[in-house]
């Protein structure tokens, strides 16, 4: 979520994604007695959809989404299992995100009962952003697992605008999203090596910009679905799946008086290709 | 999506909405004859719904604005008839009324920069509330006992209200999206347990329209279901997942620069499978 003071210009934003436990462990071959290590590679191809908060006194009290091109994040990750626990970490990195440029009516005026100067603020925006959680896990039966785990979600949004008229600006914002997640992963086979894989985690995170300031709270939930192989003579296996994240935050300062409270979203969702190597 | 015409100021409001498909046929129906099996699912989808609406340019600038509804219990019905390898299944969902925050935008009309008279600040309000109904056809392929491949027709219509300030109806219109749709459904026991894992995945490509405008636009959907089902008697079958549909609206008026709408509806969901 972006809170923009246009003009005067004051950018704060604030966006998320997110990732859910990896599941290299469900494509994982003995090292040991009990024992399974996996390390795995996901390519992610997704895209991004991010919000900001309007500046309410130049542009209405609304919340702007942009949607970005296609991009293409790897996702690299570990898991260790030993009889009935497990415990994975993985990592999400990506090349810059890019928003199609947008434009937006502000206007200028001194006081709500003076005349005003409209203009057409234009936007030009690009984003990184990396994620990484870690996350413990209890087999409760050999193909489902719940799990305990901790994400961290870091973005950096530069934020270009310009209009005839207007002083061209440059806001960059970092926020940081962190807190403990729940869910479970699931798996059953298909026969012939193949299997069928979900996982789901949610929680509660909290947000901040770098720099300190106050704490906000946001909903996540990430979720994947795919379908699993590996051959059995080959240490190797291979996942096609797809994936969304989800981090909603509330703006109770957005609400207009009606019965329901404003939201932040940011979804993140695509198509994943994974391949895990099996010691 | 949806188009409405407020004064002079033309607002297009954005939605998408995606349904679900099936339910966890495989671990849930009962044989009914040779290679025949026959299955009636209820669930209650508690879901939000994240909308859009698009501002007018150049009054409004070229931008897109996201609503995200409170919470909602849509009921969704479904059959599904699996014979041999073959399956074809179909669900249909009527919802009530989402309610969407408030908010407002700055309007002004004819080219910037310019000067407007007092107030100065030309703000528009937007309350509103909306419904739908969705449903769905699809014909699908056992390529192993646990998994199938499927393809369908979807079907989304959406009902938007504009309300006065007393929140009653001033204006309803509506947007519709159809289109095919491909996905996988499978699932399988969790060990000896009556438990079972179960996920499906769709995948389309849509038409839109709005009421009123011959003009279509292109969507992108998806739909994903994953949970555990029980099955505590051989002729009844609970479930509890979580449900994820987007539809990505591709914006064709050029003042847009490529921008995408997008529509999601997610929460958990709870059913019950009757077997004949």
Known sequence: MRKTWCFSLVLMLALLTAAGPSMAEEQSAPLGKDVTLAIGMKLWFNTWQSANGSFGAQQGTNVQSYFSDPNIAFIPSISLKIKDFFISTSYLGAPEYTFPEYSDTIVIGSGPTTTGTAYTLNHKTTAKRTESDTNIGWYVTPNLAFTLGYKVVTQEITDKTSGTGLTSTTSISKPTYAGPTIGFIGSVPLGEGFGLFGNLALGKLDMTYEGGGTTYNADYVSSELGVGFKEKSLPLSFTVGYRFTSIEQKLPSYAMGGPVTPISPDVTKGFTFGINLIF | ?276
């Open chain 2, 1 to 276: 999506m949806r188009k409405a015409y407020i004064t002079i100021l033309l607002l297009v409001l954005v939605t998408g909405f995606a349904a679900a498909a099936f339910a966890a046929d495989t671990e849930e129906t009962t044989k009914v004859g040779k290679d025949i099996y026959f299955t009636l699912g209820y669930k209650t989808w508690i879901n939000t719904w994240q909308t859009a609406l698009n501002s007018y340019p150049p009054e409004g600038g070229a931008n897109i604005m996201s609503l995200t509804s409170d919470s909602v219990a849509a009921p969704i019905f479904s059959s599904s008839l699996k014979i041999g390898k073959f399956l074809i299944a179909g669900s249909f969902m009527k919802t009530p009324d989402y309610t969407f925050p408030d908010s407002q935008d700055a309007l002004v009309a004819g080219p910037t920069p310019t000067t407007v008279p007092p107030p100065g600040l030309v703000f528009y309000k937007f309350k509103t509330s909306a419904s739908r109904k969705e449903n769905d056809i699809n014909l699908g392929y056992y390529i192993t006992p646990a998994m199938a491949i499927t393809v369908g027709i979807k079907n989304v219509k959406q009902t938007y209200n504009d309300l006065n300030a007393d929140r009653s109806i001033f204006s309803t219109s509506w947007t519709k999206y159809s289109g095919p749709i491909v996905g996988i459904t499978g699932g399988g026991r969790l060990g000896e347990s009556d438990f079972s894992f179960y996920g499906n995945l769709s995948y389309g490509f849509l038409k839109g329209e709005f009421e009123g405008d011959p003009q279509t636009f292109n969507a992108t959907y998806s739909s994903t279901e994953l949970g555990i089902a029980y099955r505590p008697i051989s002729f009844l079958s609970f479930l509890v997942g979580y449900k994820y549909q987007t539809i990505d609206s591709k914006l064709t008026d050029p003042a847009y620069n490529n921008q995408v709408a997008l529509d999601v509806t997610k929460g958990f969901i709870l059913g019950a499978n009757l077997t004949f």
